[in-house]
């Protein structure tokens, strides 16, 4: 009959007793926290680039020339169908955003990442005319307070729009950044489209 081994003792000494010793500390470096530098910066280049805009719509001298697309009656027509197309755009790249985080109980196609990237980019590619002539034809205007409002969501769209892209190629980015930033160049647009397009077709009527 063999003898059992003896029970190690609780109380000695764990160099002398090294199964008793404390486990070595783990490989695994400690994950540390987002860097707040990043998207500071990206929101402080957004910001520069709003107040840059509204800087140089007010100080340079407006060009007043009108903007002439085949199809349309006028530049304001124009403008407004543009404006149009893009909010569009901006309410698929919003559904698609919400199919692809489970907001919407469906789902999601393999190409709703793409929707969502492209319909994003178009919509602020049909924009561009719209605020060059706004810009440099117009100029900053506050004169009313349509006017004014869409002079300061025209440029914050801009700003917020490349504070959002700056935040999409970092990958210490906050998980609430995305969404909010996204969700400011989404309302931007809302307004924008409100204060001119939805304005010119209640005044003017729906007309190309």
């Given amino acids: 009959m063999t003898e059992r081994p003896a029970a190690p003792d609780p109380y000695a000494d764990p160099v002398t007793q090294p199964a008793l010793a404390a486990p070595p500390p783990s490989s695994v470096p400690a994950a540390t926290p987002p860097s707040a530098t990043g998207w500071v910066l990206a929101i402080a280049a957004g910001a520069l680039v709003s107040v840059g805009l509204g800087v140089y719509g007010r100080l340079h001298e407006p060009a007043l020339f009108a903007v002439n697309i085949a199809g349309f009656s006028s530049s304001l027509a124009a403008k407004s169908w543009l404006a149009t197309i893009a909010f569009v755009l901006a309410l698929v790249q919003l559904v698609s955003a919400l199919v692809m985080y489970g907001r919407i109980p469906v789902r999601a196609p393999s190409w709703t990442g793409a929707l969502h990237r492209w319909s994003g980019r178009a919509a602020v590619l049909v924009t561009v005319p719209v605020a060059v002539h706004c810009l440099y034809a117009l100029g900053f205007e506050y004169h009313e307070p349509r006017i004014l409002v869409h002079s300061l969501f025209g440029c914050f769209f801009y700003g917020v729009f490349i504070t959002k892209m700056l935040l999409l190629t970092r990958k210490d980015t906050p998980k609430w950044s995305l969404p909010v930033f996204g969700g400011a160049v989404f309302t931007a647009l ?19």
């Fill in 190 to 208: 809302v307004v924008l489209w409100l204060t001119s397009s939805v304005w010119y077709f209640g005044t003017r009527g729906i007309r190309f």
